[in-house]
């Protein structure tokens, strides 16, 4: 287009991702050239997860960019990157325990009996909540043979 030129200038949109990262930005936070600086100014904010619950910063790739509506820029806390392991979750499944974009669907498909957490009784042996305890069930351990017969001397 022939507003691409103005673009780049004006809002840094466009940029290739590879260009060097502003020395000036990375020490003090402030660049003089501000907007039309042509190198890239990332903040290293460390990546925790806040107290809302949310994921930490750039971990997950961001839904307006993958439809390339992203307006944001450098400045999104989300990664502008096609990576998979890092897509955001579809909504509709979680809702609906299905998704009508089926295997065209850009987001990730988790199933929710997937994300319960393991009963901590069922681990130590045994939960008085049986099929109606709201945690997973996963038996892991294979039975000790000593203890099945009766005694172990492991305890």
Not at 49 to 57: I, K
Not at 77 to 99: A, D, Q, S, T, V
Not at 103 to 129: A, N, Q, V
């Amino acid at each position: 287009f022939t507003f691409t030129p103005f673009l780049r200038k004006t809002h840094q949109h466009s940029l290739p991702p590879d260009r060097p990262i502003c020395r000036s930005f990375a020490s003090t936070g402030q660049c003089p050239l501000k907007t039309r600086c042509p190198e890239r100014h990332v903040s290293s904010a460390p990546p925790q997860t806040s107290a809302t619950g949310a994921p930490p910063f750039g971990s997950l790739v961001c839904k307006h960019w993958l439809r390339g509506l992203c307006k944001k820029g450098e400045g999104c806390e989300f990664l502008h990157e096609y990576n998979l392991r890092k897509m955001p979750e579809c909504n509709f499944f979680l809702r609906n325990g299905y998704c009508s974009n089926g295997d065209e669907c850009l987001y990730l498909h988790i199933d929710p009996d997937s994300k319960l957490p393991p009963c901590p009784w069922y681990e130590r042996g045994f939960c008085p909540l049986g099929p109606r305890c709201g945690k997973k069930h996963v038996f892991r351990k294979a039975i000790c043979p000593y203890y099945l017969a009766g005694f172990c001397p492991d305890g």
